[in-house]
């Protein structure tokens, strides 16, 4: 369609909900953005500058390892779509687990202030799973570090 815009077409809408659930895609380690449409008209006018990622929550405080901190934390970082249990998780206690649709146009954080009864109590660190081509000199998905002006 132009623009590095693609159209697929799903014959079975568990597959377009599988696509969608499981994001983010990447193709050779490029992100790839989905969007939900139904015409290819209207494909050309989406905004393609959000998208989903698993995040892990680390170095929070032992006893702030709770569903409160991941919902807490993924607000402010964008959208909480889904949050994950952590004593269903199995990551051990060692991290937190919090799905977020981010603004991918801007640059992820990679850490973030935590606060509890309103102090603060720390830093905690941000790692983004199944995170494609990354620039580490601006934050950035949307090019790799051979292709960042700065």
Known sequence: ???????FEFEDSL???????????????NLVVSQRTSDAEEALLLDYS?????????????HLLIQETNELVGKTLGMVQ???DPKDEGAGG??????????????LPRCCKLWAEQKLVGWVG????????????CDRVSHGE???EM
Not at 126 to 137: A, D, S, T
């Open 146 to 148: 051979r292709g960042c």
């Open 1 to 7: 369609m132009g623009d590095n815009i693609l159209l």
């Open 126 to 137: 941000i790692k983004y799973e199944q995170l494609p081509n990354f620039c580490y000199w």
């Open 82 to 84: 889904q949050v994950a």
């Open 94 to 107: 060692e991290f937190l687990r919090v799905k977020v649709n981010l603004d991918i146009s801007r640059p």
């Open 15 to 29: 597959d377009l909900e599988h696509v969608l659930e499981f994001e983010p895609w990447p193709y050779d380690k």
């Open 50 to 62: 959000r998208s989903s990622f698993w995040i892990q929550i680390h170095n929070a405080p032992e």
